[in-house]
């Protein structure tokens, strides 16, 4: 079985302040893990992932995520928050064995001005 | 990035109706398309997974009568809701795997389904 828990419902950071946005997951295999981004009313976007090789993956619009496989972790971060940042974010994983990708329950970013 | 679309973005219906919403890939070929739905707040529930020239595979709890899926190309999938009703309401999703590059899954814009 595939699971993810994003531990937090909303997070908030003022504008200029590093955030990390939390994810665990537990999988049987070696896990693909992917965070994703959405808008209001729109679909998600894909930030980044970790396939293997380097624990830090850096993706788009600044974020990146570090894959720590002892803490089963892959938390999402960014040096500095842009109030655009806000938004709900998803962290997915997909064990190896398996074809679909399993989403935590979403986190909502609030960074304020 | 690859390139999901999806139309329409937004219908509104009136029970009993069927609604077809397309899914597709505009710049990748995708040999599996995923159909999620998402309820407000909440997180995506897989739908069904189709596969290019085969039947979806539907996640339990989803009627496969109810919401038809055909994945007839490699570029294009379609949800049809069948006999709609105000509890079908709903934001749909789809979701394409680059075949090319199997880790991948893009999603479209969404539609947003209103049932009166």
């Known amino acids: 079985a595939q699971s993810v828990a994003q531990p937090e419902d909303q997070v908030n950071v003022a504008e200029g302040n590093p955030l990390t946005v939390k994810c665990t997951y537990s999988v049987s295999g070696n896990p693909y893990l992917f965070w994703y981004v959405q808008y209001p009313n729109r679909g998600l976007q894909f930030l980044l992932k970790y396939i293997t090789g380097d624990n830090l993956v850096k993706g788009s619009y600044g974020f990146e995520a570090e894959f720590n496989k002892s803490q089963t972790s892959f938390h999402l971060k960014k040096p500095s928050a842009l109030v655009s940042d806000s938004a709900l974010y998803f962290c997915?994983?997909?064990?190896?064995?398996?074809?679909?990708?399993?989403f935590g329950k979403g986190t909502m970013l609030l960074v304020s001005p | 990035g690859a390139v999901v679309s999806q139309h329409p973005s937004r219908v509104i219906c009136k029970s009993g109706t069927s609604v077809k919403i397309e899914c597709r890939s505009l710049d990748f070929q995708a040999t599996t398309m995923f159909w999620y739905r998402q309820f407000p707040k909440k997180s995506l529930m897989l739908m069904a997974t189709s596969n290019e020239g085969s039947k979806a595979t539907y996640e339990q709890g989803v009627e496969k009568d109810k919401f038809l899926i055909n994945h007839a190309s490699l570029t294009l999938s379609t949800l049809t809701v069948t006999s709609a009703h105000p509890e079908d309401s709903s934001f749909y999703i789809c979701?394409?795997?680059?075949?090319?590059?199997?880790?991948?899954?893009?999603f479209g814009p969404g539609t947003r389904l209103t049932v009166l």
């Open positions: 997915a994983v997909r064990d190896t064995g398996y074809s679909t990708l399993t």
């Open positions: 979701s394409a795997r680059d075949s090319e590059g199997p880790h991948t899954q893009y």
